[in-house]
């Protein structure tokens, strides 16, 4: 999923889903990916997560 565009789309998509606890859950398959030993599904997480941060701030007024 390594797409920028796929990436944008997947955060907003569980931002929409998941509100605030969005990041959270986001940080938990992440860990959930590394300790698989799934290195780059771990990356495109982080990734995911740095675009819910945006979308947080964008948000906070």
Do not use: F
Request: glycine fraction near 4%.
């Amino acid at each position: 999923m390594t797409q920028p565009m796929a990436t944008s789309q997947h955060a907003h998509a569980l931002y929409r889903a998941h509100g605030d606890k969005a990041e959270a859950e986001v940080a938990q398959r992440e860990r959930m990916a590394v300790e698989a030993g799934k290195t780059e599904e771990a990356q495109d997480w982080r990734r995911i997560r740095a675009s819910i941060r945006q979308i947080r701030g964008a948000n906070q007024k």
